[in-house]
């Protein structure tokens, strides 16, 4: 075991802590973007089905069910399912993110803090770095929420989405469809 997990699994257990995972609870939890289309059109869309687990070690991932797209148009989400996502050939999203898990773990109860959170979101057999600044709510010793504090902003060409948007708005007859767009997240995690 490296000193570095020891060292957290000792101040975890100095803390009172349980060795186990969170796992995200998806009914608590939120994921939306928001996409601009016609030049100044801004729209705010989510996904509604989200699984995830973090470890007591400072590693968290999230995976997003990009079939859940929910844009609140039955033929849009269809459209962004087949032509945007390809869900039937990448049918996940996955967001690899590392904390510091003592950061975390200091947050009293009723209390809240600021952390750093730093990974990649692998999509589409591509790989991007991405980094937030989260909100950490310990709302009772076995419930957390986190919350993104400003949006995190992704570049549709850094994850070969490009041909897709290009597609939606032929179909859609729109003059343009933003290629950056910025999520946002509410993450609510119960301890087992």
């Given at each position: 075991m490296n000193k570095a997990i020891a060292m957290t699994l000792v101040l975890a257990s100095a803390l009172g802590l349980h060795a186990e995972p969170w796992v995200?609870?998806?009914?608590?939890?939120?994921?939306?973007?928001?996409?601009v289309k016609a030049g100044d059109l801004a729209e705010a869309h989510r996904f509604r089905t989200l699984t995830g687990k973090v470890s007591i070690n400072g590693t968290a991932e999230i995976s997003i069910d990009l079939?859940?797209?929910d844009t609140l148009i039955p033929i849009r989400d269809e459209g962004m399912r087949e032509h945007l996502f390809q869900t039937v050939q990448f049918p996940q999203a996955i967001v690899s993110l590392k904390f510091d898990?003592?950061?975390?773990e200091s947050i009293a109860e009723g209390a809240s803090g600021t952390v750093q959170l730093v990974g990649e979101l692998a999509m589409m057999s591509q790989r991007v770095p991405?980094?937030?600044?989260?909100?950490?709510?310990?709302?009772?010793p076995k419930r957390v929420l986190v919350v993104s504090?400003?949006?995190?902003?992704?570049?549709?060409a850094s994850l070969s989405l490009v041909g897709g948007i290009e597609k939606l708005r032929e179909l859609a007859?729109?003059?343009?469809?933003?290629?950056?767009?910025?999520?946002?997240?509410?993450?609510?995690?119960?301890?087992?």
């Open positions: 995200l609870d998806n009914e608590g939890s939120h994921l939306s973007f928001v996409t079939a859940s797209v898990p003592v950061e975390v991405i980094r937030a600044d989260a909100l950490v709510v310990r709302l009772t504090r400003t949006p995190v902003v992704v570049n549709a007859s729109l003059p343009s469809i933003s290629k950056a767009v910025s999520i946002s997240f509410a993450l609510l995690f119960v301890a087992l």
